[in-house]
């Protein structure tokens, strides 16, 4: 049984979009990959100052591990816990090295269209929805994200290995705003060469 009794809000997230919503300290936050392999960048913010917000930067030094285990919380530019990863039913692979995708990554890999979406574009057009906007991208925690960190220290790109309904459950340590987007990566492995859907979900 899932440590979420009761959902408040809940959102189905298409493939290649993104989703910002607001939480009190206490809600829970369920991310499920629906179909499975796919990845959700996320993001958090205080809501008081989104200057302080989710870093990948300072919380692997306060954990003293590549990203959080159940019970390990991520911290924010301030050392303070923002969220809490309080259950993971997937494979428990949530990269915290990786930028997100953007426009110059796509070109990097050889796109040649006109636009791709990307977690970078997502992220902002979350914020805008909430009325907020910053001038930078911080790096995302990557959540059900298969970057294989190998002995000699290179990085191979893995699909990963969740299920379809895989899920985590965040709990907010601090009111704040939450921005995620469903990977829109289809030029390598990131997403298992196919990006899918994913729900979010918030209660107590």
């Not at 809000?9 to 809600?27: E, I, N």
């Not at 809501?47 to 692997?60: M, Q, V």
């Not at 003293?64 to 301030?78: I, M, N, Q, R, V």
């Not at 692979?93 to 796109?111: I, P, S, T, V």
Request: net charge positive; glycine share 6%.
């Amino acid at each position: 049984m899932s440590a979420m009794k009761k959902v408040r809000h809940s959102w189905h997230v298409p493939a290649r979009t993104g989703l910002g919503f607001a939480v009190k300290k206490g809600d829970l936050i369920r991310v499920t990959d629906l179909a499975g392999s796919q990845p959700v960048d996320f993001w958090a913010f205080n809501k008081k100052d989104i200057y302080e917000y989710l870093s990948c930067e300072h919380t692997k030094p306060s954990i003293e591990k590549l990203f959080p285990h159940k019970g390990d919380s991520a911290y924010t530019t301030h050392r303070r816990p923002i969220v809490t990863l309080i259950e993971d039913r997937t494979p428990g692979q949530h990269d915290m090295q990786y930028a997100a995708c953007d426009k110059w990554r796509y070109q990097e890999l050889g796109y040649k269209g006109k636009k791709h979406a990307s977690c970078t574009d997502n992220l902002h057009l979350g914020l805008k929805a909430l009325g907020l906007s910053l001038p930078f991208t911080p790096q995302p925690w990557n959540l059900i994200t298969n970057f294989f960190i190998n002995k000699d220290g290179t990085f191979t790109v893995k699909a990963p290995a969740s299920k379809p309904d895989d899920y985590v459950v965040l709990r907010a340590d601090m009111d704040a705003y939450v921005v995620i987007s469903a990977c829109p990566q289809d030029m390598n492995d990131t997403c298992g060469g196919n990006p899918t859907d994913v729900r979010i979900e918030v209660g107590r």
